[in-house]
């Protein structure tokens, strides 16, 4: 082989080597946002549950999960004031094994009903939700530690992150948020179990915390802001502080949503959820979307 040719086929192996490399350095794509739907408070009223589920296109007329690999997050108080507790406890608990088979999620959390029923406390209890559980003491023995819905409701989340997003039922304050999100869980349970400080079980733990939603901007946001680095989260959802109006409410800038809107009868019926994509925040209506802002 004379000189010229073979180093035209040097050069071509050289260049072929160069590409392969550089293919190879690529970066992988990050995955893909999922879509992430969040509901608020439904307060023992199944029938609103299953409206404002079928409005966001993840169950079908019978309440079968059709929301492929969407993720739903349930912000708590499943539970009191309503009249089927049960009926929205094992909903959520069904929906969450129908989502896991497709490929989907669903989060229900903790919110401060569900802990006040586990620590015995029925003042918002209806007559009618303690008749679906069959009496008083069918309804005391579904809440035991040993119960299926007692056990259930013991392991949930009180605190989840999704795609930069973290879900409360009433909001973390800095110093629980330097815990983390399953921090904040994991101290939630063993409190509720007796086995740790019960103070993060009260008015300012993140089952019961308003003054993201009460306080004026500039303080709440200050305060928003450190929690929300803690949590390396961009923004935060909350339930719990209901909305008069029926309507999702955004604060700082988009950094805080408020998602009780009063889905249940009990306040009203404001069917409502939240709709996240790509970081794109929308609120679903019956009428149609509306955008959010975004921080």
């Known amino acids: 082989m004379t000189r010229r040719p073979l180093a035209l086929l040097l050069l071509a192996l050289v260049h072929?080597?160069?590409?392969?490399?550089a293919r190879a350095r690529q970066p992988e794509a990050p995955p893909p946002s999922p879509r992430v739907v969040a509901v608020g408070d439904l307060h023992g009223d199944v029938e609103?549950?299953?409206?404002?589920l079928a409005m966001a296109g993840l169950v079908d007329d019978s309440g079968a999960w059709i929301g492929g690999d969407t993720v739903l997050v349930q912000t708590g108080d499943t539970t009191d004031r309503g009249p089927r507790s049960l009926g929205v406890m094992e909903l959520m608990r069904r929906l969450q094994a129908e989502a896991a088979a497709a490929g989907g999620e669903v989060h229900a959390l903790l919110g401060n009903h569900e802990a006040m029923n586990l620590?015995?406390?029925w003042r918002y209890v209806s007559e009618a939700d303690v008749a679906e559980f069959g009496g008083l003491d069918a309804r005391k023995a579904a809440f035991a530690a040993d119960a299926p819905i007692g056990a259930w409701l013991r392991a949930a989340d009180t605190a989840v992150v999704v795609d930069g997003v973290v879900f409360v039922h009433g909001?973390?304050?800095?110093?629980?948020?330097a815990l983390g999100a399953p921090g904040i869980s994991k101290a939630v349970q063993a409190a509720?179990?007796?086995?740790?400080s019960p103070e993060i079980l009260g008015d300012e733990g993140p089952l019961w915390y308003r003054g993201y939603a009460l306080a004026p901007e500039p303080v709440a946001c200050a305060e928003l802001g450190e929690a929300l680095v803690a949590l390396?989260?961009?923004?935060?959802?909350v339930g719990?502080?209901?909305?008069?109006?029926?309507r999702i409410a955004s604060r700082c800038g988009g950094q805080l949503l408020l998602i009780d809107t009063g889905i249940s009868a009990h306040y009203g019926g404001h069917r409502a959820a939240l709709e996240i994509r790509q970081n794109?925040?929308?609120a679903l209506y019956p009428e149609g979307p509306v955008d959010l802002p975004d921080p």
């Open 16 to 21: 072929l080597s160069s590409a392969s490399c």
């Open 192 to 196: 509720l179990a007796g086995q740790a």
């Open 119 to 121: 620590k015995g406390d």
């Open 171 to 177: 909001g973390i304050r800095p110093q629980w948020a």
């Open 280 to 282: 794109d925040a929308k």
């Open 48 to 52: 609103a549950a299953l409206a404002v």
């Open 240 to 246: 719990h502080s209901t909305r008069k109006d029926g």
């Open 232 to 237: 390396s989260a961009r923004r935060m959802v």
